[in-house]
T-cell receptor, first 113, second 119 residues
Framework: AQSVTQPDIHITVSEGASLELRCNYS??????LFWYVQSPGQGLQLLLK??????LVQGIKGFEAEFKRSQSSFNLRKPSVHWSDAAEYFC???????????FGTGTRLKVLA | GAVVSQHPSWVICKSGTSVKIECRSL??????MFWYRQFPKQSLMLMAT?????????EQGVEKDKFLINHASLTLSTLTVTSAHPEDSSFYIC???????????????FGEGSRLTVL
């Protein structure tokens, strides 16, 4: 079955520290991959997406993600976290030829001052 | 950019009443919209896929008579929670996929969400 896994439910980092949020997918073929961020009580905002080509994808707010086919992973990174990055982060996948997205369970990021 | 607007952003209603939530794509046409339900501190659960001019496709376990979805135009989909009960209290989020020609760009554009509280 197709699935998206975010192993970390909660992550706490200090402001200025680096960040990596993990995402693994299970699909028959490589899906389109996305990272979304959700602030409390808000909808989701797209951070970045991977369709094909360069496996290192740059997004908004200083985020980047690296697609690794061999590991079926699409981890999100940021070199220096800001307090405003505290939010819920969702990894999502979309199979080619389908409109049905599959979301991971989310990782809640807490940033310490 | 593509904007999806959801209304109302929050609503409180009495048990037994019906509540309608609107989802509009403001600057693009969306032949397909999606309705999600999100429980506190959980991921998004796809409820149904709304297709303009046709019946919605509901996910397994979602009561179609309870959650009525109408996609009357290319820019508007509505979700009506009928005879709402306290267990229907949740955060409901809509999203829309924009097609560029015949290509699905893949990105979902989300509304701001609607928080429903049923007393």
């Amino acid at each position: 079955a197709q699935s998206v896994t975010q192993p970390d439910i909660h992550i706490t980092v200090s402001e200025g520290a680096s960040l990596e949020l993990r995402c693994n997918y299970s699909y028959g073929a490589t899906p389109y991959l996305f990272w979304y961020v959700q602030s409390p009580g808000q909808g989701l905002q797209l951070l970045l997406k991977y369709f094909s080509g360069d496996t290192l994808v740059q997004g908004i707010k200083g985020f980047e993600a690296e697609f690794k086919r061999s590991q079926s992973s699409f981890n999100l990174r940021k070199p220096s976290v800001h307090w405003s990055d505290a939010a819920e982060y969702f990894c999502a996948a979309l199979g080619s030829g389908t409109y049905k997205y599959i979301f991971g369970t989310g990782t809640r990021l807490k940033v310490l001052a | 950019g593509a904007v999806v607007s959801q209304h109302p952003s929050w609503v409180i209603c009495k048990s037994g009443t019906s509540v309608k939530i609107e989802c509009r794509s403001l600057d693009f046409q969306a032949t397909t919209m999606f309705w999600y339900r999100q429980f506190p501190k959980q991921s998004l659960m796809l409820m149904a896929t709304s297709n303009e001019g046709s019946k919605a496709t509901y996910e397994q376990g979602v009561e179609k008579d309870k959650f009525l979805i109408n996609h009357a135009s290319l820019t508007l989909s509505t979700l009506t929670v009928t005879s709402a009960h306290p267990e229907d209290s949740s955060f409901y989020i809509c999203s829309a996929s924009r097609l560029a020609g015949e290509t699905n760009t893949g990105e979902l554009f989300f509304g701001e969400g609607s928080r429903l509280t049923v007393l």
